[in-house]
């Protein structure tokens, strides 16, 4: 081939690839030019934003082939998916938000205050590309057909940005973010992903971005166009606002003028009218919450039949608040309802009604309620009501505190006059009731001044009456005939007045016709609605009962109660009076009946402690010129031995009295035969009776009668009773002891029955007071202290027994009866007796500072054997016992100086001496003396003079 052919064979080879290319160029015009006339005839076909979005995302998908599209735009600071199609649900959730926020979900901001915004749609929306860079486009946009080879090959420099590489991470290897830009502002971004790689080529990004370019116009354009319609809206709106509120401010003003020129219901009725023509309805209700909480209804009239009286007003109480109008008050906001209700007999039908509650500073003050409107009530209906409720609701507040304040000021000034009437009456019933000496008399005329006063039917005055253990009743009225003795005695926890006597308590029964409470059947049967029954109380004592009842109302006022409960203590307190001053009178007289028993007794000691004194003195005498160891220094031994007795017997009845008053004796208590211990004490009695020439006679049980007691006061018991009967019963006389059981009462009784002298129904009243003798005479013949009854007295009280006596009069004799508990328990095993030792030679120390005291003691103690030494102080006798140690100390307490009880701290203070015996003798025998010897360190107390018996038995029982 030449060159000829070989120049032209090049020529068409390039001709025909141009032909080729050009051709190749027509065709992607020719489609580039559809799409792109398919695309404009879409946006022109969609001028709502939302529905341009939808349509846009399906072109794309179906144009593109990815299987994610997405429009971001933007909204406040950040750029959210407007429409994301494709993408997965938890994708869409994170990568929503593009803003960078802190900890609190607040926006970051650069230097300037922009917001920032991250990844790589960050990057394309806020304009950071590269163009030199091949994933970057001159039009700003962002492609890749490899998101993993691109994340390998580049750095965040050189994608501009850190970048949360969430689409890579989702799988996506192809993606193409393309801005949406109006002249130089950006307002979103057109996202295509797919996980395939090689979707776009730079020609097809080229497309979109025209397209988008398009797109970004006509959403400005549509945007603008809505934006537009909005601001239309919101005009006519506010015209139509504008409207309303020119009508509710003229219906508002117009219900203000009616708070100004109206005064009571008028006032109500005029202001609900102008409402009831403000929202087209024909009947209503306008009420307000008073003080109480109760819902007022002056306008009521307009619904009910029954109210048209005029100014009749009804309340509800909040128990008694139904329908609509309740869901209003109690949940503060405004209800409708265009469905028939139900209504009661009289009332007019409702077919449908809307409820607003009014309130101020948030609580509900009042309530529009209206009813029967042509139409439907609506949420516009609504509006108006609560802005009607709002305009009226601080001129409502004020007429409802002036309101109260007048009620409070009219009420205030009816109590004062109330108060007043109650003052001069109880003025008027405190000077009756102080001046009267008998109160009980003057109740009568009080009460029904009271009854008057508080508008009562009825009052009860009961008093208590200790010796029946009842309430009698004293005074009262307002009940049939007859009725009165019929109730004459009531007792206690019967009907209202016995339980108000029985606890010291007030009952104020209320609305008693309507109530089942058993107390007030017996006022009930009167008729009485409401009673109120007050203690009489005297120190705390109930003595009586004051009662007032009405049969015309269900209940008294809180002031009523007061008058009743003020009458009721000024008559407590003038029967307390009264009381007080005949107390006062008879505490009078037993001072002087116990002054001139003081002096009886007083002169009676004196003789008794004399009389002694003269056999004593005789006896001596004899004793200083008899033979010793004749008959006449033995009868004048026995004379000064047996008044010695008698003396010392006087100062134990003077002990145990005393003893017994201040409730310091103690009992030996054990579980004893009573049986053996009469019978033991009879015989020890009966060599008195012999000498008396008086026969005693006894009849005791042969079964045991136990009782649980001290044997020793019991045989003092029985043998104060034996001597009284043998002194006042003369020669040829008889005394009967009579021992049986009781065993209803379950009592052992002793009963000791003379027919001596007798007493006179004077002198069984007090019998057993101590210093109360019978019928003494001034020579004294029968001698004592009268002290032996009340100490038997004393001791039976104290065994938990009962002493009691009888006489038919003068010369008919006496009976005195003692009862003591029985001991149900078992008789316990006797204890074995113990052998008894021969007596022991002892080496005695007696400390004592009366000397003729202290050498009569030494001398009986040596006849008895044993070695004695005396000391006539403390001092001395620790010397003595120091230089010869005893084996017992019998210590007197009352030492001069030093006493019986620093000798014995003394003695336990001594190694030498510690081991001693030591023995308190003194003449005080009180629980409190026996505590302090034991104290000191003495291991016996005995009281003076000491028995030799008990000495003995001491010295004997003794162990080393």
Not at 377 to 394: F, H, I, K, N, Q
Request: proline content about 5%.
């Amino acid at each position: 081939m030449n060159k000829r052919d070989r120049v032209w064979g090049r020529f068409e080879s390039v001709n025909r690839r141009r032909m080729r290319e050009t051709r190749a160029r027509l065709l992607a015009v020719e489609r580039e030019s559809g799409i792109t006339l398919e695309f404009l005839h879409l946006v022109n076909a969609n001028p709502r934003t939302l529905d341009l979005i939808r349509a846009v995302v399906t072109f794309f998908q179906r144009q593109s082939g990815c299987e994610a599209v997405g429009v971001r735009l933007r909204d406040g600071d950040d750029y959210p998916y407007h429409e994301a199609r494709g993408f997965p649900e938890e994708f869409v959730k994170l990568e929503n938000r593009l803003c960078d926020r802190d900890a609190g979900g607040a926006v970051r901001r650069d230097a300037a205050g922009n917001p920032l915004i991250e990844c790589m749609c960050g990057n394309v929306i806020c304009g950071r590309t590269d163009p030199k860079k091949p994933f970057f486009t001159t039009g700003g946009s962002f492609w890749t057909n490899g998101t993993t080879a691109l994340l390998a090959s580049t750095t965040e420099a050189d994608r501009q940005s850190r970048t949360r590489n969430r689409c890579n991470g989702e799988g996506y290897e192809s993606v193409a973010l393309v801005p949406l830009r109006v002249g130089g502002e950006r307002i979103g971004l057109l996202q295509l992903n797919d996980r395939r790689r090689g979707m776009f080529q730079p020609a097809t990004i080229a497309l979109w971005e025209r397209l988008a370019g398009h797109l970004a116009v006509a959403i400005a354009r549509s945007r603008a166009e809505e934006e537009l319609g909005d601001v239309n809206r919101r005009l006519r709106a506010m015209a139509e606002v504008a409207q309303r509120e020119n009508r509710e401010l003229a219906l508002g003003n117009r219900i203000l003028e009616t708070f100004v020129r109206e005064t009571g219901n008028p006032l109500f009725e005029k202001a609900l009218s102008i409402v009831l023509e403000g929202l087209a309805s024909r009947h209503g209700v306008f009420g307000y919450i008073d003080e109480t909480g109760d819902l007022v209804c002056p306008t009521m009239s307009r619904l009910l039949d029954e109210c048209d009286v005029a100014g009749k007003c009804i309340r509800y109480p909040p128990r008694k608040w139904k329908g609509l109008w309740s869901r209003a008050l109690l949940e503060k906001r405004t209800f409708f309802s265009n469905e028939p209700a139900v209504v009661p007999a009289g009332h007019v039908p409702i077919r449908r009604n809307i409820a607003t509650p009014i309130l101020f500073q948030g609580e509900v003050i009042g309530l529009f309620n209206l009813a029967n409107k042509d139409s439907d009530y609506s949420g516009d209906d609504g509006e108006m009501l609560e802005s009607l409720a709002r305009r009226v609701a601080p001129v409502l507040y004020a007429w409802i505190q002036k309101d109260l304040r007048e009620r409070e000021r009219t009420a205030a000034e009816r109590a004062l006059l109330a108060s007043e009437t109650r003052f001069r009456l109880l003025s008027d019933t405190a000077g009756r009731l102080l001046a009267t000496e008998n109160p009980q008399q003057v109740v009568e005329g009080l009460c029904r001044e009271v009854m008057t006063h508080l508008d009562c039917d009825a009052f009860f005055n009961f008093l208590v009456d200790p010796a029946a253990g009842r309430l009698r009743l004293n005074a009262c009225a307002g009940i049939p005939e007859g009725e009165a003795t019929r109730l004459e005695w009531l007792d206690f926890g019967v009907a209202v007045c016995g339980c108000v006597a029985r606890d010291g308590r007030r009952i104020n029964a209320e609305d008693i016709l309507h109530t089942a409470d058993p107390r007030t059947d017996l006022v009930r049967s009167y008729g009485i609605q409401a009673y109120c029954c007050h203690p009489l109380l005297a120190q705390g004592r109930t003595i009586g009962t004051l009662s007032f009842g009405t049969r015309s109302r269900p209940r008294f006022s809180a002031e009523d109660v007061a008058v009743m409960k003020t009458v009721a203590d000024q008559v407590a307190v003038a029967m307390q009076r009264v009381q007080a001053q005949q107390d006062l009178q008879a505490a009078n007289a037993r001072l002087l009946e116990s002054d001139r028993r003081k002096n009886d007794f007083l002169a009676v000691l004196s003789h008794e402690l004399r009389n002694p004194l003269a056999p004593i003195t005789n006896s001596l005498y004899v004793l200083q010129r008899a033979e010793p160891g004749g008959d006449q220094a033995r009868r004048a031994r026995e004379v000064i031995a047996r008044q010695v007795r008698h003396l010392t017997h006087l100062i134990d009845d003077l002990l145990d009295v005393t003893r017994i008053t201040r409730n310091k004796i103690q009992l030996q208590r054990r579980r004893i035969d009573l049986g053996d211990v009469v019978r033991r004490t009879v015989e020890d009695q009966r060599s008195l009776f012999q000498r008396a020439e008086v026969r005693l006679e006894a009849d005791l049980p042969a079964a045991p009668l136990w009782v649980d007691a001290d044997a020793t006061r019991v045989a003092q018991i029985v043998g104060n009773l034996l001597q009284n009967a043998a002194k006042f019963t003369a020669q040829g006389g008889t005394t009967h002891v009579r021992l049986q059981p009781d065993p209803v009462r379950g009592q052992a009784v002793l009963r000791v029955a003379d027919t001596g002298v007798g007493m006179a129904p004077e002198t069984l009243a007090g019998l057993f007071q101590p210093f109360m003798q019978a019928g003494q005479t001034l020579d004294r013949s029968l001698g004592g202290l009268g002290l032996g009854l009340a100490l038997v007295k004393g001791l039976v009280e104290l065994h938990g027994g009962e002493v009691g006596a009888d006489s038919k009069g003068l010369g008919k004799g006496a009976e005195f009866v003692v009862r003591l508990p029985l001991d149900p328990a078992p008789p316990a095993e006797a204890v074995a007796g113990r052998t008894s030792s021969p007596p022991l030679r002892r080496r005695v120390l007696v400390i004592e500072d009366n000397v003729d005291a202290a050498e009569t003691l030494r001398d009986a103690l040596e006849l008895g054997g044993h070695d004695v030494a005396v000391a006539y102080n403390g001092p001395d006798g620790l010397a003595r016992a120091k230089l010869a140690p005893p084996e017992v100390v019998l210590c007197d307490i009352g030492l001069p100086g030093m006493d019986g009880f620093d000798v014995a701290r003394a003695f336990r203070d001594d190694e030498r001496l510690r081991s001693v015996f030591l023995v308190a003798l003194s003449g005080y025998a009180q629980p409190e003396d026996l505590r302090r010897a034991a104290e000191a360190g003495f291991q016996r107390h005995l009281a003076k003079p000491p028995s030799f018996e008990k000495l003995d038995e001491l010295l004997g029982n003794i162990r080393p």
